[in-house]
């Protein structure tokens, strides 16, 4: 079975650009949450959806936002952006509102 | 959820066992421990989570005080592709009311290197 699948892998844009991040979660889970890595630091909680509604947030500017599709597949948007904006990006997938989590491999943004 | 402390950094010889301690002692009643861990560059991977009995599985082994104040993961035969940052973390499973479920506090947790 295929497991969490996010694109796209590697992306560079400049500041003040956007970006969307996408993520398919392992089949038959609702939940995605979204984290953001910043090198050297373990992952930061961004947000959570479950059953296409948003679940939880962290401390994270307006600036960052996300959806998640009839088919439990989600987007992260991120607007504006500025240097410490560059990290990778990780999405990971449950089956329930809480248990384990499954990680996708991420997406490695860079801004110039 | 509750804090927890790892050593920055441990060593194992390949073939040897590698434990993993982790201190958690505030820990709550209704706060579950998971283990997950990173290879350079991938995204982490669940390993274990444990209440309060011991728990093994296909890849480790979580041995849970019985005050629940600390943990220790078990990897039984370490290799080389062992070598990761394994991180602890505390978790409340059940949430209620706006509780952030999918929601892991991941702190700096430990870089095990297993050497040949």
């Known amino acids: 079975d295929a497991g969490v699948t996010q694109s796209p892998t590697h992306l560079i844009k400049t500041r003040g650009q956007h970006v969307t991040l996408r993520c398919s979660p392992i089949?038959?889970?609702?939940?995605v949450s979204w984290y953001q890595q910043v090198l050297g630091q373990g992952p930061q909680f961004i947000f959570q959806y479950y059953e296409k509604e948003e679940r939880g947030r962290g401390n994270f500017p307006d600036r960052f936002s996300a959806r998640q599709f009839p088919n439990y597949s989600s987007e992260l948007n991120v607007n504006a952006l500025l240097l410490g904006d560059s990290a990778l990006y990780l999405c990971?997938?449950?089956?329930?509102?809480?248990?384990?989590?499954?990680f996708g491999e991420g997406s490695r943004l860079t801004v110039l | 959820d509750a804090k927890t402390t790892q050593p920055p950094s441990m060593d194992c010889a390949e073939g040897r066992a590698a434990n993993l301690p982790c201190n958690h002692s505030?820990?709550?009643?209704?706060?579950?421990v998971y283990w997950y861990r990173q290879i350079h560059s991938q995204g982490p991977q669940y390993i274990i989570h444990g209440l309060k009995n011991n728990e093994t599985n296909e890849m480790a082994s979580l041995i849970i005080t019985e005050d629940r104040k600390s943990s220790t993961l078990i990897l039984p035969h370490a290799t080389l592709r062992d070598t990761a940052v394994y991180y602890c973390i505390v978790r409340v499973d059940l949430g209620a009311g706006g509780t952030s479920y999918g929601k892991l506090t991941f702190g700096q947790g430990t870089i095990l290197t297993v050497h040949p």
């Open positions: 089949s038959g889970h609702k939940s």
């Open positions: 990971a997938s449950s089956l329930r509102r809480y248990g384990e989590l499954f």
């Open positions: 505030t820990i709550s009643g209704n706060e579950y």
